[in-house]
């Protein structure tokens, strides 16, 4: 069966070759519309992606940026009532301040009045005995007339200084720097600083013995009196009891402003869930919508260019699998041409061929021998 369709194709004539022209014409067409229509789907699909990822991204930024502000809307109220409970905290540190101030003032009036009279009586002295105003200060009683702890801190800071430090820097910065001149410097200091203090130990204290004693007796009242004027100044500032000071207008304020700013928080919390659930996907439905119609045209463009992509492949398919089958295996699939085609009809319109076989074998040989003609042209030209 397959002997006898060969020989019959092998021997028709100009009209088959026609047909094998058309075929291999609309195989060559139709690949080429495949391969132009997969272009533009690529370029379809292309298109699409880029589209898509400009409405993700739009609709990922506007959703940040109304989150953000929703949040930053409510961070206002509340920065805003917590700048105003710091005011009003202030404010009631202020005048809690100011009332503590005026009851250490009060309770401490009697005492304060005693001291004062008790330095008062010291002056007295100072001055009936006509001893210097000088002597009448807490550096002279600490180093003449110690009686406090406070008092030896002064001494010992003093020997310290005139033990020390003088002698040290006399010695580093005022006279040659050798041992023997810190030995002198040293020994100077002590005898200045001694015979200083000698001095006016005779002179002032022992001189006014008895008048020192009475003053001793003054400066350890006025100094009971000043430990118990701080003492109660400490317990009045510790002192938890708000109620005396008539403060209840800024605890009032302060309730209402803790009780605005739980609200605020609630309500900001509310409104992040309310968002995260819902507001956020009515954003994204209204952004989809926006670009609904253009990505439907190019889904729809791309569907359409997809369909024809496939059918133009299907009959370049179909057009291939019957050239295969039905011409290659006569002529040869490498001279399954148009241009050897063209030759074969030419010679069998010249009338030099009535078949096919002969139509091929025409073509062939004119072929071989313009392929020879050729290079034989090609090595004269090199000679």
Known sequence: MEDKETTSILSSGIETLYTMKENLLELTGYREKSSKLAAEEDD??????????????ETASVTKKRKDELSASFDEQINSTRARIKKVKSKKEKEKNAK????????????????????????????????????????????????TLKDIGFIILTLVLVLGAIPFLLYRYVFPEHVIWLIITYILTVLVFGGLYIAINRLIKEKHIEAYKKIKTQRSMALAAKKKINHMKRAIQKD????????????????QLDEELTNFAEEKKKAMVTFESATKYAIAKDIKAKYENELN???????????????????GKQFALEISEKYEPLI?????TIPLLDKMIECMEAGNATTITEALAYAKANTEE???LVQTKSDETKK
């Not at 007295?124 to 009686?147: D, M, R, T, V, W």
């Not at 938890?240 to 309730?255: H, M, N, R």
């Not at 463009?301 to 299907?314: F, I, L, P, R, W």
């Not at 040869?332 to 399954?336: A, L, P, R, S, Y």
């Open 100 to 147: 503590v101030s005026e009851r250490v003032e009060l309770e401490t009036a009697e005492l304060r009045e005693e001291r004062t009279q008790y330095l008062e009586e010291i002056k007295k002295i100072h001055k009936a005995e006509k001893i210097p105003s000088i002597f009448n200060n807490g550096y002279y009683y600490a180093l003449f007339s110690p009686s």
């Open 297 to 315: 045209d190019l889904r729809q463009k791309h569907d359409q260019v997809y369909e024809q992509q496939k059918k133009a492949e299907d009959m």
């Open 44 to 57: 379809l699909e292309r298109q699409l992606a880029a589209k898509e990822k400009a409405q993700n991204d």
């Open 332 to 336: 040869g699939k490498e001279t399954m």
């Open 370 to 372: 313009n392929a020879l």
């Open 240 to 255: 938890k009891d708000e109620s005396v000071y008539g403060l209840g207008k800024f605890d009032e304020e302060l309730k």
